[in-house]
């Protein structure tokens, strides 16, 4: 056991920094990402406070979505918030001691599982369901989606049938922060479940998943809608004539 022990330390550091280096890399690009054009989407709002108002809409409620399909906004909807309410009851296991909001979140967390299952269920059955979805999903849009459903009922497995010691999972954690490697339960159920969230931090800064922070950069959603009020010039442009003048 100390050899699995010590593998899955590494294992997570790897996958630690391969999701924190790749999420820099990406939001970075993103960041450099010329926007030459004035592009948001109509109708949009005139003001920055406006753009804030509309960005805070379309991360909470998935405003666009629900626009353009209420039965993908519905298992959207309920999966991301199903998950939002599992990863503050999973944040347990990495703090000590634990603030009391997350305190209180413990327990709606289980049906924050089984709703991020439901979602994802929708979602995935609507890439073999609807024709014009099946024509555009490529491997890695199953992969992805059975991926986060493998993790979600591992871990509702691990909860209800399959029980793990709780206490050893968080110390095991928290050493990891100090560079120690501690002992980690070796329930079969629970190592194949670490297995796959250690996958898909991995995955996360390669596939489309990346949206949740590149949500943010779309022009089409953090541009106010002022051409006529302020001229809309590219930085790049900007020097270029500066440099003619």
């Given at each position: 056991m100390a050899f699995l022990t010590t593998v899955y330390a590494f294992l997570f550091y790897f996958a630690a920094f391969v999701l924190v280096a790749g999420l820099v890399f990406r939001i970075a690009r993103y960041a450099l990402t010329p926007a030459p054009l004035k592009i948001p989407t109509?109708?949009?709002?005139?003001t920055r406070g406006g753009v804030v108002l509309r960005m805070t809409r379309e991360v909470v409620l998935f405003?666009?979505?629900?626009?353009?399909?209420?039965w993908t906004w519905i298992f959207g909807w309920i999966f991301h918030f199903g998950l939002f309410i599992v990863t503050?009851?999973?944040?347990?296991y990495f703090i000590e001691p634990v603030w009391f909001p997350i305190q209180l979140v413990q327990p709606f967390g289980?049906?924050?599982?089984?709703?991020?299952?439901?979602?994802?269920?929708?979602l995935w059955a609507r890439r073999f369901l609807v024709d014009r979805v099946r024509y555009i999903s490529a491997p890695?849009?199953?992969l992805i989606l059975a991926l986060l459903i493998l993790i979600g009922v591992s871990g509702l497995l691990?909860?209800?049938?399959?029980?793990?010691?709780?206490?050893?999972?968080?110390?095991?954690?928290?050493?990891?922060?100090?560079?120690e490697i501690r002992p980690l339960p070796a329930d079969p159920l629970l190592l194949l479940h670490l297995l796959l969230v250690a996958m898909l931090m991995i995955l996360f800064p390669y596939s489309k998943l990346l949206h949740a922070p590149g949500l943010f950069f779309s022009p089409s959603r953090n541009q106010a809608d002022n051409p006529r009020e302020q001229r809309h010039l590219a930085p790049w442009a900007k020097r270029l004539e500066q440099g003619r003048g």
């Amino acid at each position: 056991m100390a050899f699995l022990t010590t593998v899955y330390a590494f294992l997570f550091y790897f996958a630690a920094f391969v999701l924190v280096a790749g999420l820099v890399f990406r939001i970075a690009r993103y960041a450099l990402t010329p926007a030459p054009l004035k592009i948001p989407t109509t109708p949009a709002p005139t003001t920055r406070g406006g753009v804030v108002l509309r960005m805070t809409r379309e991360v909470v409620l998935f405003e666009s979505l629900f626009r353009g399909n209420k039965w993908t906004w519905i298992f959207g909807w309920i999966f991301h918030f199903g998950l939002f309410i599992v990863t503050l009851r999973h944040l347990r296991y990495f703090i000590e001691p634990v603030w009391f909001p997350i305190q209180l979140v413990q327990p709606f967390g289980i049906y924050g599982g089984l709703a991020m299952i439901i979602g994802l269920a929708g979602l995935w059955a609507r890439r073999f369901l609807v024709d014009r979805v099946r024509y555009i999903s490529a491997p890695s849009d199953h992969l992805i989606l059975a991926l986060l459903i493998l993790i979600g009922v591992s871990g509702l497995l691990v909860k209800f049938v399959f029980h793990t010691d709780v206490v050893a999972i968080k110390t095991f954690f928290l050493g990891l922060y100090a560079f120690e490697i501690r002992p980690l339960p070796a329930d079969p159920l629970l190592l194949l479940h670490l297995l796959l969230v250690a996958m898909l931090m991995i995955l996360f800064p390669y596939s489309k998943l990346l949206h949740a922070p590149g949500l943010f950069f779309s022009p089409s959603r953090n541009q106010a809608d002022n051409p006529r009020e302020q001229r809309h010039l590219a930085p790049w442009a900007k020097r270029l004539e500066q440099g003619r003048g």
